[in-house]
């Protein structure tokens, strides 16, 4: 039995035989032409492109099943005719002589080192698209059009080097038990449909392939992402046990999925999603959230050499609220430290980050970077679903420039005539013990606060949440923060508005019934986490939570 550490980016328990995957290659033998030539390439290039998007259009069409899917392929349609891709192309062919084929390579091969330098996880991943297009496109001028090289098995746990958009498109059709891979990364578009599909998956394995062959029995385990090679019989049997009861909570969980998010003595709490990036939307209509109470920007700055200009934010709030509508999208303004943007402003090193410029901080010193992002909200919000909410608020000082900002950017539309929705409702994040103390003010200037936990743990106890060493000092189940956390809601409410708490807390089943006894109006949290949360929330008793929370303050104060 042999044991190797990945990286997990989809949970779950799979237990399999391997079939190892293998995308044939490609070879070019042809690199350059005379000049007699090169009317017959352009020729070749343009019935190419023509060809394979033709050949998306009727994936698109027969066999992508999920929207996922369909947004993935549509994206490549646009790589495809990509203005940039055209010129290169006919520029290579032209002026240097080179083969069609060789061309391909070339302009590929540069743009998808651009996207693997980018230090920025999301916008990395994007390589694997053009990896995925420029194959789809020298098969077709090769005459190799067959992307696998083998059926895939149902029940395999499939093993690779990597997974291409389009190979994902074919894999998840099929049943299979897991995935496992060399290369990958948590926010790729076969992560994001595994995590959708509660399909375990682990990637980052080290020699994976050359650790298997085909017909060995794995061990997936995407809970902490060991891979366990040839287990023994006490382990297969130990892991069949997990498996058998982790099918028994998902169909358990499934039967929740349509019932209103209501406590036994029918309190509502409404049940909202957290996402990253825009593809984790599918994910939240599929467990039917109520509406995306965290939508965190950070992937459009970071791993970039330039700023997402007005239009390129415009299109992507805009595209996520019309998938969200009726429900409420609320999106977090530019949450990153200055550390992670000193390619693009001139920043001043700073020894510590967390008590740096970063959050409201770094929008405010660089108003013109603000302004972009509050218009395209702006204009995005026309079917008036979408919220504002601002992170790492200290006072009431900030909220007031912040609101501010927005009635300019709403003047400048309007004298612009470009259209726009300026009735949005704003919102601060509580993560800052100053702003929990002062909610009070706070919340006469909003018009809903949402707690965020994990930054509010860690600055009320002082401790660096990702230092594993001091992890018995970050409680979020501390008296301290439950004070705060009670006095943030106690003070809204006051005011007549809502608090939601968006925080790592809320996914935590051990908090479910604290929170709602501390009498917090909403819960925001991972898809993944969603069905479970929304579980607990029905099986909870209003107002014995409230008595318990009760009795657990007087405790924490006697020790």
């Known amino acids: 039995m042999k ?44 019935d190419s492109i023509e060809h394979v998007v033709e050949e998306i259009d009727l994936l698109i069409e027969n066999i992508s099943q999920s929207k996922v899917n369909k947004d993935i392929l549509e994206a490549h349609k646009m790589i495809l005719k990509d203005p940039d891709l055209t010129a290169n192309i006919k520029k290579s062919i032209k002026t240097e002589l080179l083969s069609l084929e060789k061309a391909i390579k070339l302009h590929f091969t540069d743009v998808i080192e651009l996207f693997d330098n980018m230090e920025n996880d999301y916008l990395s991943t994007r390589s694997s698209d053009y990896e995925d297009v420029a194959y789809r496109l020298l098969s077709h001028v ?44 948590k926010n790729s578009h076969s992560s994001i449909i595994a995590r959708s599909m509660n399909l375990p998956m682990i990637v980052n394995v080290e020699s994976i392939i050359d650790a298997v062959k085909d017909e060995d029995l794995v061990i997936l385990n995407g809970n902490n992402g060991d891979v366990i090679v040839h287990p023994d019989d006490a382990t297969i049997q130990k892991y069949r046990k997990f498996v058998a009861k982790q099918d028994e909570e998902k169909s358990q969980l499934l039967k929740v999925v349509d019932l209103p998010t209501k406590t036994k003595d029918n309190k509502k709490i409404p049940l909202m999603s957290n996402i990253e990036i825009p593809d984790e939307i599918q994910q939240v209509r599929k467990v039917k959230s109520e509406g995306i109470g965290l939508f965190r920007t950070e992937f459009l700055f970071m791993g970039t050499n330039k700023l997402p200009i007005e239009e390129e934010q415009f299109e992507i709030y805009k ?13 977090r303004t530019i949450d990153i430290g200055g550390d992670k943007l000193t390619k693009l402003l001139n920043i001043e090193h700073e020894v510590n980050p967390n008590l740096g410029c970063r959050g409201i901080r770094i929008s405010l010193k660089y108003d013109l970077i603000f302004k972009q992002q509050i218009k395209a909200i702006l204009r995005a919000n026309l079917k008036g679903n979408i919220k504002i909410m601002f992170p ?144 607990e929330i029905l099986n909870t008793n209003y107002e014995a939570a409230a008595k318990l929370d009760e009795k657990i303050f007087h405790a924490l104060v006697e020790v």
């Not at 042809?30 to 009317?39: A, G, M, P, T, W």
């Not at 190799?144 to 894999?171: G, R």
């Not at 996520?320 to 999106?331: D, H, M, R, S």
């Not at 230092?467 to 301290?480: C, D, V």
């Open 142 to 185: 090769l005459k190799q059009n067959d992307h696998l090289s083998h059926e895939i098995n149902e029940n395999a746990i499939l093993v690779m080097n990597k997974i291409s958009p389009s190979m994902a498109t074919k894999v998840f059709k099929k049943q299979i038990n897991g995935l496992c891979m060399e290369k990958g990364s």
């Open 3 to 46: 044991k190797i550490k990945g990286v997990s980016v989809s949970g779950g328990v799979a237990i399999g035989k391997v079939q190892i995957i293998n995308q044939n290659k490609l070879v070019i033998k042809r690199h350059n032409i005379d000049k007699f030539e090169v009317e017959e390439e352009l020729t070749k290039f343009e």
């Open 392 to 535: 790492m608020i200290s006072c009431v000082a900030e909220i007031k420039k912040s609101k501010k900002i927005i009635q300019e950017c709403s003047d400048e539309l309007k004298v612009n005539k470009i259209k726009h929705n300026p009735n949005i409702k704003i919102g601060a994040m509580i993560e800052i013990p100053s702003a929990a103390i002062t909610s009070d003010l706070l919340a006469k200037e909003c018009d809903f606060l949402s707690i965020g936990t994990n930054d509010l743990v860690q600055y009320t106890m002082a401790v660096d949440r990702d230092n594993a060493s001091l992890s018995e000092y970050y409680q979020p189940s501390h008296l301290s923060v439950l004070r705060l956390i009670k006095m943030t809601i106690e003070n809204a409410h006051k005011e007549n508005i809502k608090v939601a708490l968006c925080g790592e807390m809320a996914s935590e089943k051990k908090y479910i019934k604290l929170l709602i006894g501390l009498d917090v109006d909403e819960l925001s949290v991972s898809p993944g986490r969603f069905l479970m949360v929304k579980k």
């Open 319 to 331: 595209k996520v609220a019309e998938e969200c509508y009726p429900n409420p999208l609320v999106i």
